[in-house]
Every structure is written in structure tokens, then in C-alpha cells.
């Protein structure tokens, strides 16, 4: 194994100025990622500059058998943690062999809007919270859990069916506090080597990693990926969710991004997506909020429909979430769906977060349409 190990760490700059790039792209379901690798003669820091390349679109969902041939086309670099040195990772987008986006491809539509001058000149900034649950390989139960059975609960209230209602009334914050949020100890948290591993793996390949920590449910966990400009979030996002998938791989756990993936009294896993323009940042912004929001809430079942698979389960009114049907937000309210900060109320400028994606959701398709509606969108 020492062999093995030191094979996997050689360091090739010191033998040959040939790279190794891994070419990333989203496979057939939307949220499965696929890749591969490829010898290229020395390094390359410009996405420009990468030779596009194919692959069997047939074993991947996305083409037919006898029409098989997907084209990668090459959209942002990163550094590779795992070869290290100058191999480099690159997050592409995928095309016919005429030029056209397949289906799956949701960069493209988001570079568009993304591209639009009124778009360009706001600047918007995004902060996506992405949410994960770690599950043993064999039993698909959460890591830290007994096989079967369930750990300590989530809440702290012992009479919690008692107060639901009550504490979700005035807070929804004390409906769902207890021993695992932001927790440390053997018995609160679970993953943390994963976890920390998979920080510095995104801080080193280049990724705009602004922190991590223990969720409300044990063996979840949340990474957050911003601020970030424009499609770079969503680019950025697939690249540390598949860095996460890698470090998982050798650990042997598998990660999930299901928007509830256990039922019952414990809570989901969200993407909540904070965001920002140019004119929401100025003095005076907190009114360009407002009308943000405004035009979000007219938009509501839109956004619904995009914001990730199996959603329903997780917006239910309860555990830091809005209900699905309606539409609300407030100021430092996580049973709304949308939340304004204190800060940015109390500056008159700033930000707000949109707390209604799921875990599993498409970073281009969210940030690009909360762009579109807020900033393009006439009602």
C-alpha cells in the first residue's frame, strides 16, 4: 500500500512538463457528475485555450445509441488537489456535435441571461449554503446513526409535539435547536475529517469556499460557496460538490444531496441562495430589495417548479421552512421564504436570502432565474 500511495503522490513536475486535466460535466439525471481525464503537453490556466473533447453520451443518459457522441466544451479551470502540481481541473458544458446545448445543458441558458448588459451592469453577487447528508455505503442511514435506529433528537423541547405550534409562531428557530447544530464531540458530530478535507480541497483548487458547519440533523453538514459573480457561482458550486463526491468516494460514504432524506421530525437539506445587486448594495438598496422580493413572490410557482426535485418534502411549514403554497419573507424570519438580514434592514443596503431551494437543486438554473425575474423580468 505504500507503493500504491506513493505512485498516486508523485509529483510529475519534477520529470515531465506534461499535465493531467479532468474534464467535469453534469450527467443525464441533472445531479450525477461525470468525468475523465486526459495527457495534455504543458500547463494552461485559460479555459480558451483547452481543446474540447467527446465522450458516449448513450452511458450517460444524454444521446442514443446510434447517436452517441456529446461534445465537452471546456468553461472554467481549477486546481486539482488530488493530482496537485499544475493539474488542473476543468467544469465543462456539454453540446451536439452541430454546436447546440443538449438538453441537460443548463450552463448555456444561464450564461445568456447571465451575459445580458442590464445583468452585467448590476453585478450580482451570490452566496449559495449548500446542505449534504453523509450516509454509511451499505445501509444508506446516515453516518453516526445505529443501523436501524435513530440518535438522540434533533430538539431540545421534551414536549416538543406540545410547543410546535407555539415556537413556530413567534420563532421558528426555537421549534428546531438541540445538541447537533454547529455541535462538536464523538456523540454530536459526525464526518468532520470529510468535512475539513473537503475545505481545504476547495480553498486549494480555487473555489470562493467562505465556511462549513454541522446542520441541525446529525450527519448533515453545510458547505457555503460564495460571493460570487454571475454564472462563476454556479460553476463554482458543481466543482466543490464534486470534489465532495471524490473525498466521499475514498472514504467510503456516500453523500447525498436529498431534500429530506430522512422523514419524520428531523430537518431537510436546502441550498439557500443569498443574493445581491449592484443597486440592492448601494445607499437606498433596501428598496430595490423590496421590489426584488415583490416580483419574486409574483413568480412564486415558477420558482418552485425549478428549485429541485422531491421539494414538497422539505417545505412543509416546519423545520426552518416556508410551506410550499405560499408565498412570505421578513426580516430575520428562516420560516419565510425569503429572509432579509437585520444588518441589511438596519443599513438600508445589503442582500437578502432566498431560503426555498432544495439541496439537490441546479445552481444555474437558480441563480440565473432569480437574476432574470428580479433584474429582467416586467410585470
Not at 520529470?15 to 493531467?20: A, G, L, V
Not at 467562505?210 to 453538514?221: A, D, H, L, T
Not at 439557500?272 to 433596501?286: L, V
Not at 413572490?297 to 418552485?304: F, Q, S
Amino acid at each position: 500500500m505504500s507503493l500504491l500511495s506513493d505512485l498516486v503522490n508523485l509529483n510529475l513536475t519534477e520529470s515531465t512538463e506534461k499535465i493531467i486535466a479532468e474534464y467535469i460535466w453534469i450527467g443525464g439525471s441533472g445531479l450525477d457528475m461525470r468525468s475523465k481525464a486526459r495527457t495534455l503537453p504543458g500547463p494552461v490556466t485559460d479555459p480558451s485555450k483547452l481543446p474540447k473533447w467527446n465522450y458516449d453520451g448513450s452511458s450517460t443518459n444524454q444521446a442514443p445509441g446510434d447517436d452517441s457522441e456529446v461534445i465537452l466544451y471546456p468553461q472554467a479551470i481549477f486546481r486539482d488537489p488530488f493530482r496537485r502540481g499544475n493539474n488542473i481541473l476543468v467544469m465543462c458544458d456539454t453540446y451536439t456535435p452541430q454546436g447546440d446545448p443538449i438538453p441537460t445543458n443548463k450552463r448555456h441558458g444561464a450564461a445568456k441571461i447571465f451575459n445580458h448588459p442590464e445583468v452585467v451592469a448590476e453585478v450580482p453577487w451570490y452566496g449559495i449554503e449548500q446542505e449534504y447528508t453523509l450516509l454509511q455505503k451499505d445501509v444508506h442511514w446516515p453516518i453516526g446513526w445505529p443501523v436501524g435506529g435513530f440518535p438522540g433528537p434533533q430538539a431540545c423541547c421534551p414536549l416538543r409535539t406540545l410547543f410546535d405550534i407555539l415556537c413556530s409562531s413567534f420563532s421558528p428557530f426555537l421549534a428546531s435547536n438541540g445538541p447537533y447544530y454547529c455541535g462538536a464531540g464523538a456523540d454530536k458530530a459526525f464526518g468532520r475529517d470529510i468535512v475539513d478535507s473537503h475545505y481545504k480541497a476547495c480553498l486549494y483548487a480555487g473555489i470562493n469556499i467562505s465556511g462549513i458547519n454541522g446542520e441541525v440533523m446529525p450527519g448533515q453538514w453545510e458547505f457555503q460557496v460564495g460571493p460570487a459573480v454571475g454564472i462563476s457561482a454556479g460553476d463554482e458550486l458543481w466543482v466543490a460538490r464534486y470534489l465532495l463526491e471524490r473525498i466521499t468516494e475514498i472514504a467510503g460514504v456516500v453523500l447525498s444531496f436529498d431534500p429530506k432524506p430522512i422523514q419524520g421530525d428531523w430537518n431537510g437539506a436546502g441550498a439557500h441562495t443569498n443574493y445581491s445587486t449592484k443597486s440592492m448594495r448601494n445607499d437606498g438598496g433596501i428598496h430595490v430589495i423590496k421590489k426584488a422580493i415583490e416580483k419574486l413572490g409574483l413568480r412564486h410557482k415558477e420558482h418552485i417548479a425549478a428549485y429541485g426535485e422531491g421539494n414538497e418534502r422539505r417545505l412543509t411549514g416546519r423545520h426552518e421552512t416556508a410551506d410550499i403554497h405560499t408565498f412570505s419573507w421578513g426580516v430575520a424570519n428562516r420560516g419565510a421564504s425569503i429572509r432579509v438580514g437585520r444588518d441589511t434592514e438596519q443599513a438600508g443596503k445589503g442582500y437578502f436570502e432566498d431560503r426555498r431551494p432544495a439541496s439537490n437543486m441546479d445552481p444555474y438554473v437558480v441563480t440565473s432565474m432569480i437574476a432574470e425575474t428580479t433584474i429582467l423580468w416586467k410585470p
